[in-house]
């Protein structure tokens, strides 16, 4: 690669202080003394930044920004396809689901996070450019933090910020804040959207525990599951006996100051065959990444996940089957939809564990910034249990990989006419309206699913 040299002054050396390639002054010598850097650099070679640690995202890439108690926060979208019929409302009820003070059992901060479009959408559809969504902030209480300014919450990212950065924004704990997830959930709404349109896809997610109150698995049909039954009661649990024992679990801390965490499981139905890459992309990869990236979470498994280590291999392995539709299923589904890092067809199924709120009004033992041992009782609004609200924000990375992914499969693998011996249509919704892939005279026959 062709590079070139260049001479930088340095501590208010002028231009003919310069010196030549190989050290010899090109001033006489009863100049002031400077001192330069020789510097290498690419001269075809693009620059490109990237926002460290808010950008996700290969091919439908999603930029958050914003924090708790700024002017308000939300995201940049990039990759989104064109032609995608598009509003505020395909936003606002996720957004609505993820919203603080919708009960008793949530944060008590009262916030409408109203959504707005800004740029990427013209007359109602998606352009193909950035799409930009802002929420505003409307009810800050900074002085709150006041404390907390001083003395770090333990567990909480406090210390860590100030170990890495230096310094922090104190108010609402700035970027570690659940507010950030606005961005991931708006941005995860476009993506579901895509998904339900393109190939069928629906993303569903429930509380399945709380505290010790744990729902049991076979109470919960993921074939026939709905948002109405996810939706039914404030804790987001569908179903209504288990709902109540985990609403009481909350009442029971919230009242005392303190907090308690839970398991949010999360389902894929009709997810297109071939997601994901072997190696380093595998797809429970990918959606492990993005679900443990979101505030709180402290484990992550799918399909039969540490309970499988029980299992012998004849008792784990999924045995196939061919259906009516010659199509190649499994009788049991412990791999949870994704053999060798690539989806399969079946539902895929996946669980996020959630820790207890780290911001409790439960006087603890910490240290101030001067390292001073003192303690704490923290203030703010603050939810003494985020499963709850956590439902949409594990929706909204689950749909973020799944695009994402569908993305990078598309285009490699369906250029050319796909193999109907072996490979789906890829768009369901497309075989259900009789649009196939063009035969060729290597595969002159195409099944639809």
């Known amino acids: 690669m062709a590079s070139s040299v260049l001479a930088k002054p340095f501590l208010g050396a002028s231009a003919a202080d310069s010196v030549s390639a190989f050290g010899s002054p090109a001033s006489d010598l009863g100049r002031r003394p400077s001192l330069l850097f020789l510097i290498r650099t690419p001269s075809s070679r693009k620059l490109q930044i990237k926002a460290a640690g808010s950008t996700f995202g290969t091919h439908f890439r999603v930029t958050t920004f914003g924090e708790s108690h700024g002017g308000g926060v939300g995201c940049i979208v990039d990759g989104c396809p064109p032609r995608l019929p598009l509003s505020e409302a395909d936003l606002q009820l996720d957004l609505d689901r993820r919203r603080p003070g919708q009960s008793r059992i949530t944060t008590p901060r009262k916030e409408t996070d109203t959504c707005r479009i800004y740029l990427g959408v013209s007359d109602g559809v998606t352009t193909g450019t950035p799409i930009m969504v802002l ?22 990212a406090d210390a860590t910020y100030d170990m890495k950065y230096g310094v922090r924004s104190v ?16 941005s995860g709404a476009i993506a579901k959207k895509i998904l339900k349109e393109f190939s069928g896809t629906e993303v569903f997610a429930y509380v399945s525990q709380v505290h010790d109150v744990e729902l049991p698995q076979e109470l919960v049909d993921h074939e026939t599951l ?3 039954q996810i939706e039914s009661n404030i804790v987001r649990c569908p179903d209504p006996v288990y709902a109540e024992k985990m609403i009481a679990a909350i009442d ?3 009242v005392r100051g303190d907090s308690v965490g839970g398991v949010v499981t999360c389902i894929v139905r009709n997810a297109p065959r071939g997601l994901g890459s072997p190696v380093f992309d595998k797809l429970e ?19 039969s996940g540490f309970a499988g280590t029980y299992l012998t291999g004849s008792q784990h392995n999924d045995e196939f089957w061919v259906d009516e539709n010659r199509r190649i299923r499994t009788r049991t589904n412990r791999s949870g939809g994704i053999q060798g890092g690539i989806s399969n067809g079946e539902i895929i199924n996946m669980r996020v564990a959630f820790k207890p ?8 033992h910490t240290v101030t910034r001067e390292k001073q041992e003192t303690e704490l009782i923290a203030r703010g609004r603050h939810d003494p249990c985020v499963v709850p609200r956590a439902v949409p924000m594990v929706e909204a990375m689950v749909a973020l990989v799944l695009v994402d992914q569908l993305m990078a499969h598309y285009a490699q693998c369906y250029l050319f ?4 011996e072996l490979q789906d249509s890829l768009s369901l919704s497309s075989a259900r309206r009789g649009i196939e892939f063009a035969p060729s005279e290597e595969y002159p026959r195409h099944n639809k699913l």
Do not use: C
């Open 417 to 420: 006419p796909i193999n109907p």
């Open 252 to 254: 029971a801390v919230r």
């Open 285 to 303: 990869g990918l959606l492990a990444k993005a679900a443990l990236s979101l505030p709180a979470t402290k484990g992550f498994e799918f399909g």
């Open 171 to 186: 108010q609402g704990g700035g970027r570690s804040s659940a507010r950030e997830t606005i961005g991931r959930v708006a």
């Open 226 to 228: 709905t948002l109405d």
């Open 357 to 364: 709120t780290s911001t409790i009004g439960r006087k603890q």
């Open 135 to 156: 929420v505003p902030n409307t009810d800050q209480r900074g002085h709150d933090y006041s404390e907390m300014s001083i003395a770090y919450r333990p567990s909480h």
